[in-house]
């Protein structure tokens, strides 16, 4: 349920992985941890072997960002 800045770049990101993995949904990007954020975020742990507990915690955020940066670059 947070609604913030963090939670929006996160949603930014899941956009753009979504163009390369079907596991993502395509969210709005609103600032808001809905459920299809929090789909999203389960499916990048089940994919990276994590927990799926649907919180991004550091392991999480790194790994997002490493994916992230792999296909942005």
């Not at 947070?2 to 929006?8: E, M, Q, R, S």
């Not at 990048?44 to 392991?59: A, I, M, N, T, Y």
């Amino acid at each position: 349920g947070d609604d913030n800045d963090a939670v929006y770049i996160l949603q930014i990101v899941f956009r753009r992985l979504a163009n390369q993995f079907r596991e993502f949904e395509n969210s709005q990007i609103n600032g808001k941890f809905d459920s299809t954020t929090e789909k999203n975020v389960r499916a990048f742990q089940r994919l990276s072997g994590f927990d799926e507990h649907g919180r991004v915690d550091k392991p999480t955020w790194n790994r997002i960002i490493r994916y992230f940066n792999l296909f942005e670059n």
